[in-house]
């Protein structure tokens, strides 16, 4: 059974920096993807940031230049760098794992990802 457990979470000010990581258990497939969601109170789950099995990333248009995607196959755990956060980046964060590549669900017209985090929080204050 997949398990996605994120950490890292917490409240930094406006302009500071956190590192969520997402440990990965029980997944098997030879070919995945694996990204971040966030959803903010009484808004749309947005996506945020999706890596492929061979190293090819994309970002949300809001993200990008700030945040960085990256995975430590070894460990097998995905990472999230946020630099320069915003009040508007407070949200709860969602790793996710699916067994296809981030282009069968990176589009919000396509399905969402197979496996899901159970989302750790960020506050950014001003």
């Known amino acids: 059974q997949v398990q996605l457990v994120e950490s890292g979470g917490g409240s930094v000010q406006s302009g500071g920096s956190l590192r969520l990581s997402c440990a990965v258990s029980?997944?098997?497939?030879?070919?995945?993807?694996m990204g971040w969601f966030r959803q903010a109170p009484g808004k749309e789950r947005e996506r945020v940031a999706a890596?492929?099995?061979?190293?090819?990333?994309t970002y949300a248009d809001s993200v990008k230049g700030r945040f960085t995607i990256s995975q430590d196959n070894a460990k097998r755990t995905l990472y999230l760098r946020m630099n320069s956060l915003k009040p508007e980046d407070t949200a709860t964060y969602y790793c996710?794992?699916?067994?296809?590549?981030?282009?069968?669900?990176?589009?919000?017209?396509?399905?969402?990802?197979?496996?899901w985090g159970q989302g750790t929080q960020v506050t950014v204050s001003s």
């Open positions: 996710v794992a699916d067994p296809s590549g981030f282009i069968e669900w990176w589009s919000p017209l396509h399905r969402p990802p197979n496996y």
């Open positions: 029980g997944y098997t497939y030879r070919s995945y993807s």
């Open positions: 890596i492929d099995s061979d190293g090819s990333t």
